[in-house]
């Protein structure tokens, strides 16, 4: 009689832990906390502020990608003519193997962000101009990736880069321009 007693009490422990986590997890997913009984979870961010024990399934919710950014550059010549655009495109193609091990995903993932974050600045209301931007962190990493991990035509001096946003697939829209840098000297 006392081991099944003892069981009850294991197996109603678990169910009330499961349940909980559960609740918790159910919760957390109410995107603006402005319900009374949401706001009121700010304990759980506390405790699991990396969101491994709780966790958030919003992924892109409440802001999913709607555009696409892109990175594109060209080179003035010794002549002070200009080449045309070409998109800095960090993919490569994907092979099985990269399921397992794919060092490189981590360049393509920076370069995403560095670009997304120029793109947020520069649509921001309060974004003051191009000046402010050409001392952050994601302007001069961008401008160093251009300058010295891309192809130059050999008789380039100076290189410009430009974040234009696209709708992606939808080809009705043209991209837009969102940020134009300064020229920068290559050597």
Not at 134 to 146: A, D, E, G, I
Request: aromatic share 12%; with cysteine.
């Amino acid at each position: 009689m006392n081991g099944t007693l003892g069981a009850r009490i294991g197996r109603g422990t678990v169910y009330a832990l499961f349940g909980t986590w559960f609740a918790l997890s159910f919760l957390k997913q109410e995107p603006t906390r402005k319900l009374e009984w949401a706001g009121k979870l700010a304990w759980v961010a506390k405790i699991d502020g990396s969101g491994m024990v709780v966790p958030d399934w919003r992924f892109f919710a409440p802001n999913p990608g709607m555009w696409d950014n892109h990175l594109l550059y060209r080179d003035e010549l010794d002549d002070g003519t200009v080449t045309p655009w070409k998109e800095v495109i960090p993919t490569r193609n994907r092979f099985w193997v990269h399921i397992l091990w794919y060092p490189d995903r981590r360049d393509e993932k920076a370069l995403f962000d560095l670009v997304g974050q120029i793109a947020r600045t520069v649509v921001d209301p309060d974004f003051t101009g191009s000046k402010d931007i050409q001392v952050t962190l994601p302007y001069l990493m961008l401008l160093n990736y251009v300058t010295h991990r891309q192809q130059h035509h050999r008789h380039a001096k100076a290189t410009q880069f430009l974040i234009c946003r696209s709708t992606g697939r939808d080809e009705s829209e043209q991209p837009l321009a969102l940020f134009l840098s300064n020229v920068h000297p290559l050597s």
